[in-house]
């Protein structure tokens, strides 16, 4: 279960990283307030996570979790270059977030 909630807190960074394009520096009312609301979901199911998960591999799969989603939301929302070499890179972080998984005990 902890892999679940460390996936869904992963998932709730990625909307508040890219919440905060949409806030204007927090001075729109809704996109400020869905922002700051997944924040605060996305560190509370990170706690649940860590009840049972190493913390560096928790931390570093739920910031590469949000690395990777908020990577290709900037690319198909907001135009963020896309090349060869931004896509190895973004699989090399890919790699390592499964390559964590894989290799975690819990």
Sequence with gaps: MA??????????????AVGLKYTQGFTRPLPSAITVAAMIASF???GQALRSLPLGTAYA???????????????LL???????????CIALILAGVVGLRLTSAA
């Design 78 to 88: 907001f135009h963020d270059p896309l090349d060869l070499r931004r896509l190895i």
């Design 3 to 16: 892999w679940i909630w460390l996936l869904i807190a992963g998932l709730l960074e990625v909307v508040w």
């Design 44 to 46: 509370a199911f990170l």
């Design 61 to 75: 799969v739920w910031t590469g979790i949000g690395t990777l989603g908020t990577a290709v939301l900037g690319i």
